[in-house]
């Protein structure tokens, strides 16, 4: 029996620009959903980004906007690749970056319109996120990570 090995890379992207590999990632969904307005190729991005590659090929992305101590964090996966595990890899990673920064809390707010907001807010409870009063889920941030 043979196994198939796939390399998966963290890679930050220094200056983030709006791409197709975003718009695919998308998977069809607008970017202004997400507060991206109605961006064209080339268009410089705010916060901190990384992008995920698998065997070479983009896979997902990461986005850290951090203020005031906290960071709101954003996860973007293929759609061919959403269930493969690449989300967590992508929040666990977004996790040790707000703790090599000492921030108190990462966050998410499931933005009003998105398609299936049930399922994004039940993943993230599963991993540690809880709702609070102003529809934000957060999870305490220690120095090496989420505790």
Known sequence: MTTQQTSVRWIRETPATWDADKTRVLGGLAPGLFGFGSPSEGDALGDEWWRVEEDGRVVGYGRLDDSWGDA?????????????GIGSFILGHLEREAGERHLNYIYNVVPRGHPD???????????GFTPNDVGELRKRVTD????
């Open 72 to 84: 709101e964090i954003l996860v973007l996966v293929d759609p061919e690749r959403r269930s493969s």
């Open 117 to 127: 907001p049930e399922s994004v807010t039940s993943w993230l409870a599963a991993r």
């Open 144 to 147: 090496g990570g989420t505790r």
